[in-house]
């Protein structure tokens, strides 16, 4: 299978190899003759043409991808949605991580259905957890997924990996953006930026819900504590990352003043400790409690407990290679 990185690949490593020849040319023109051109005239397009008959091109099948070409193909797809999130992504970062969150914490851990497959882009589940307001957040996320897929040289990313990047790339901003929360000096908010939380880059390669969780019931501020409390339960995430979301989850200032007073001693501790923790000058701990729930979050439902199917993403690319390292450009005598 051909690909423009592929060729590119090859004709740079091509030229780079020219390139190399020339300049050891020219250092010793330079040590014969003094003053002397530095380096020979590049050649000429026949005698490239010629220098890559030498090469012949071997696909490498996608089980054979060297690692580093993996990590490299893997994060095409997570530039494509960096460059494009902000143009079909129009929604707020706390919309974006709600829709999220709705879909991550449907995960029931005991019958391992739900969580992250993209199952809430369906009307029927939104209507059902009371979350239609969604609905052009969902679009905004397809128009995404198109985005990527065309601008991709590999198979056509899922719906809930779209999702993913997107939220990856909301939280990031909103990290951004809170940790310059009531400064207004603008060397001093660009100081604070250097302190905003590192998320990492969540994995990709889940497979796709073909229609809306059945069971899905994930609970939204407005529900009762206990009810957010069972959720995260059902889905296996720790108490601890409950607070740290309330800005995803509606109001949230009130939201985390509700779970403060809640009767639960540990929601109402953990939401203090959050209101604290984001009242400090660089928040550290906030940002990091808020980070590491994200990520917890990224792996509710993976089919494969060591992460997901990555490699449905990645695909062949022809590597050139010398015929004949012997005789490769020699002319028969």
């Known amino acids: ?7 590119l690949r090859g004709a740079g490593g091509a030229l780079a190899g020219l390139a190399l020849g020339a300049a050891a040319g020219g250092g010793g023109a330079r040590r ?3 003053g002397a051109r530095l380096l020979a005239p590049p050649p000429a397009l026949a005698e490239i043409t010629k220098a890559d008959s030498r090469y012949s091109e071997v696909e490498v099948p996608v089980e054979k991808l ?3 070409v993996v990590v490299e193909e893997l994060n095409e797809l997570r530039a494509l949605a960096e460059k494009y999130v902000g143009e079909c992504v129009t929604a707020s970062p706390a919309a974006v991580l709600r829709l999220y969150y709705l879909d991550a914490i449907s995960f029931d851990k005991k019958t391992k ?5 993209g199952s809430i882009r369906f009307d029927a589940e939104l209507d059902k957890v009371g979350a239609a307001d969604l609905k052009p957040v969902v679009k905004q996320i397809s128009a995404l997924q198109s985005k990527i897929s065309g601008g991709y040289d590999g198979p056509a990313i899922g719906w809930a990996d779209t999702l993913v990047l997107a939220a990856f790339n ?4 909103y990290l951004r953006d809170t940790i310059q929360e009531g400064v207004d000096d603008p060397e001093l908010k660009e100081g604070r930026l250097k302190f905003a939380a590192v998320v990492p880059n969540p994995k990709i390669g889940r ?4 229609g809306p969780n059945p069971d899905a019931v994930p609970p939204l501020a407005d529900a009762p504590d206990a009810d957010v409390l069972a959720a995260f339960d059902r889905a296996g995430i720790r108490k601890g990352y409950i607070a740290p979301f309330a800005f995803a989850l509606g109001d949230r200032d009130a939201v985390e003043k509700k779970w403060a007073d809640s009767s ?3 929601l109402a501790y953990y939401a203090k400790k959050v209101i604290v923790n ?3 000058s660089l928040q550290t701990n906030y940002q990091i409690d808020l980070a590491n729930a994200f990520v917890a979050l990224s792996y509710l439902g993976l089919k494969d407990p060591t992460g997901p199917n990555y490699q449905r993403y990645l695909y062949p690319y022809l590597r050139k290679v010398v015929k004949d390292p012997l005789t490769a450009g020699l002319s028969k005598s």
């Open 66 to 68: 060297p690692n580093a």
């Open 264 to 266: 639960d001693d540990q």
């Open 170 to 173: 909301k939280i990031t901003q």
């Open 1 to 7: 299978m051909a690909t423009r990185r592929g060729a």
């Open 278 to 280: 984001r009242s400090a």
């Open 113 to 117: 259905q739900g969580g992250l497959n």
């Open 207 to 210: 497979e796709d819900a073909t």
């Open 32 to 34: 014969a003759a003094g």
